[in-house]
């Protein structure tokens, strides 16, 4: 079983940063990817970035690539979230989630068995 708890979010002006962590209890092998999606009022959720075990694999969506880091400190079970230049368009509930199984594509919601419960992230203009 594994829990995920994000922590990091909070209220900031356009181009502020914010880290995001992500702690997952009963961290093993059996996780390959580590992921962060996002979800704004009336859109659908989306991904922002993931991490692979090993850092092997890393990817971002378009519209932050550049602005945001994911990294991964397997020893503190932990993903983090690097989001500088934050912009408007950036406010979301943000969401860590966790997979088992290797796969062709990262994106996909149903992809992933395990989910924090968001912490939500506003920017102002």
């Known amino acids: 079983q594994v829990q995920l708890v994000e922590s990091g979010g909070g209220s900031v002006q356009a181009g502020g940063s914010l880290r995001l962590s992500c702690a997952a209890s009963?961290?093993?092998?059996?996780?390959?990817?580590l992921a962060w999606f996002r979800q704004a009022p009336g859109k659908e959720r989306e991904g922002v970035a993931t991490i692979s075990k090993g850092t092997v694999f890393v990817y971002y969506d378009n519209s932050v690539k550049g602005r945001f880091t994911i990294s991964r400190d397997s020893a503190k079970n932990t993903v983090y979230l690097q989001m500088n230049s934050l912009k408007p368009e950036d406010t979301a509930m943000y969401y860590c989630?966790?997979?088992?199984?290797?796969?062709?594509?990262?994106?996909?919601?149903?992809?992933?068995?395990?989910w924090g419960q968001g912490t939500q992230v506003t920017v102002s203009s």
């Open positions: 989630a966790a997979r088992t199984q290797y796969a062709d594509v990262w994106t996909n919601v149903g992809l992933y068995n395990y």
């Open positions: 009963g961290y093993s092998d059996n996780i390959k990817h």
